[in-house]
């Protein structure tokens, strides 16, 4: 039995790759922070068959006893203050947790258990403002935000490590993923939610930013296998995992409304305050690499990835509210 250790085991990512690695019959651990109020809600239905172990990205010594305590095959780096906008008004600790918590992450391995397998969640706003398109594997970056400039220097710490002490150190490059995990705090789910809230009458109005701004949006559930792929192979590298199709918000928009069978111009309104002090544009992906190497394709498209998130958030409040 292989075990692995996530962290960022109760964000979106980390409870569908442990829902995937369950099923492959491994031992999985969640490292997870002390704290007085545990947000286990994604992973409750796993919660039982999962161990969990407290550690702080942001203190060395607690995750070098983690690593020791799990001793782990496979470790899987998805924490990180990972809200972009939130990364703008508190760019110093987005730097200590998603920059600097990777080292920490790597040294622990270096030390403590030096032939495990190591994936960083890299991301597609890395790139930034893009210097071509699509993005690949060999792409230069130009992070937009202090959250894109930290996943930088946890890309390339991840690639130090993987040339300088041997480890099998690989990033995945992943382009936007969603689905109905997602935090209420991101613009898909955000617009699902009101999607929702508004065709049972529980709101008037949506307030959006950048309805311009062009993503590469695939389901979270399909981008955890790429993750488990990665880490199958028999060397280590870096794979950028995305659909290869681009949509706006503003597309986001139309389809989430379509769904519920509303007009989005009644309902929608923009609010400059929600607008980035810099925006990344257009960011599409090319997976060819994860195509030809790892075998893996998306299998949720747009469209079904949109009415997914709504029919949900739209049953979910319907029963949660009794209407």
Known sequence: MKTA???????????????????????????????????????????????????????QLSIINAVKYVMPDEVYNLAAMSFVPTSW????????FTAIGVTRMLEAIRLVKKDARFYQASSSEMFGKVKEVPQNEDTPFHPRSPYGVA????????????ESYDIFASSGILFNHE?????LEFVTRKVTDAVARIKLGMQDYLYLGNMDAKRDWGYAKDYVRAMWLILQQEKAEDFVVATGHTHSVKEWVEAAFGCAGLDWNKYVKTDQSLLRPAEVDLLIGDASKAKEKLGWEPEVNFEELVKLMVENDYNSLKNKNNL
């Open 89 to 96: 008004s508190q760019p110093v600790l987005t730097g200590e």
């Open 151 to 162: 996943k930088v220097y946890g890309h390339y710490i991840t690639l130090n490590y993987r």
């Open 179 to 183: 689905s109905p995990r997602r935090g």
């Open 5 to 59: 250790l996530i962290t960022g085991i109760t964000g979106q990512d980390g409870s569908y790759l442990a829902d995937l690695l369950l099923e492959k019959g491994y031992r999985v651990f969640g490292m997870v922070r002390r704290s007085s109020v545990e947000k286990l809600d994604r992973i409750e239905h796993i919660r039982e068959r999962i161990e969990f172990v407290q550690a702080d990205l942001l203190d």
